[in-house]
């Protein structure tokens, strides 16, 4: 991700901080400061980089889970909002996804335990008081926060953690697809519910609410696409009637053809051997980067991952995800026989849904 930077690594995954939540620290400091002096904004400080940790706990033991599966896991990103772990698309095993999915509450739920016998072994005198992340006991207000983080990822709802273990447990009775769409209505449902008590209790938790929605919706419209494309071979979707173009043209003479054609990736070949593709993204950035005058030989990259006609379209779509690419060239052999994009997928996805 953009703007983010690695501070640590364990167990061979990098963590990564996103520069806006330094921003967080900053506002958290002064606004402490203005609210009760100094010591609440140095203690609100603190408190926020303790609950930030106490998060990245909790993504960790979603990865560690996802790994022992062969789940690849990129790393994770520390963002104002929480954390997030970037991974390979997660395993469609109900039993497995349960497992991912639960292995992050539970965790959240030890922590909160250990800070909560850690609270009474070093404070028996203590009486209880409010929970806030400028003053208190420290102990005690991550006792309580790590439980609320507990509760509030087990809502049976996606995006939440909740929500893949309900799809999870909901699997092992029905298919992915009709687990999803149950999961998604019982979602959709209580985002509905939290939305109209949100309205008058809590706008926060109108405003989650319609964050749930959305993700439930995203969730479905995913899964859909998935099961549709899963026993579709690639040769079904691609593109297969494409121009190639030569090492030796320039920038300014591929500008001219996505101007003036429909094409916007292209093969590089010379001869009848296949070199590389120069997809729209890198085009782009090589127009930025380099003279008109530069030949595509300059900038294009002689390695590239590619498919063939026979692979499902689903596991072309899932490389091109992982990977961050648009296309990919589809191969047989050492012989170029198509394009496959996003967009194609997308349209063939569309065109299947009118179909039916
Ligand atoms: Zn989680």
Same mark, same amino acid.
């Given at each position: 991700m953009r703007w983010s930077f690695q501070i640590a690594k364990f167990f061979g995954i990098p963590i990564r901080v996103h520069i806006t939540f330094f921003l967080l620290l900053i506002f958290i400091g002064l606004y402490g400061s203005r609210l009760q002096g100094a010591r609440s904004g140095l203690f609100g400080i603190v408190s926020i980089i303790l609950i930030f940790l106490c998060v990245i706990i909790h993504e960790f033991a979603h990865s560690l889970v996802a790994r022992k599966y062969g789940v690849k896991i990129k790393d994770i990103i520390l963002l104002p909002i929480g954390g997030v772990s970037e991974m390979e698309e997660l395993p469609s095993q109900p039993k497995q996804e349960i497992n991912v999915a639960l292995a992050g509450p539970l965790t959240s739920i030890v922590l909160s335990l250990i800070f909560f016998f850690a609270y009474r072994l070093l404070f028996p005198e203590a009486k209880a008081v409010n929970i806030s992340i400028f003053q208190g006991n420290l102990f005690l207000n991550l006792f309580a926060i790590n439980l609320m983080l507990a509760i509030f990822n087990l809502i049976?709802?996606?995006?939440? +953690?909740g929500g893949r273990v309900l799809r999870g447990i909901l699997g092992l009775k029905m298919d992915l697809l009709q687990a999803t769409r149950v999961a998604v209505g019982i979602g959709e449902f209580l985002a509905i519910l939290f939305f109209f008590f949100g309205l008058f209790f809590n706008p926060w938790l109108a405003l989650i609410a319609v964050f749930i929605f959305l993700g439930a919706e995203g969730e479905k419209r995913a899964t859909e696409l998935k099961v549709e494309i899963? +026993? *579709?071979?690639v040769r079904v979707a691609m593109l297969s009637n494409v121009e190639a173009i030569s090492p030796d043209v320039t920038l300014s003479q591929v500008l001219e053809k996505i101007c003036h054609g429909l094409q916007q990736d292209f093969p590089i070949m010379e001869g009848k051997e296949f070199l590389g593709i120069l997809s729209r993204g890198t085009f782009f950035s090589a127009l930025h980067n380099h003279s #008109?005058?530069? #030949? *595509?030989r300059e900038i294009m990259s002689r390695e590239f991952t590619s498919t063939s006609e026979d692979a499902p379209l689903s596991e072309a779509f899932q490389r091109m995800n992982s990977e961050k690419l648009s296309v990919l060239p589809v191969m047989q052999g050492k012989i170029f026989k198509g394009l496959i994009s996003l967009e194609q997928i997308g349209k063939y996805h569309m065109l299947c849904g009118l179909r039916k």
């Open positions: 049976p709802a996606f995006p939440m +953690d899963s +026993d *579709v071979p #008109k005058e530069t #030949k *595509v």
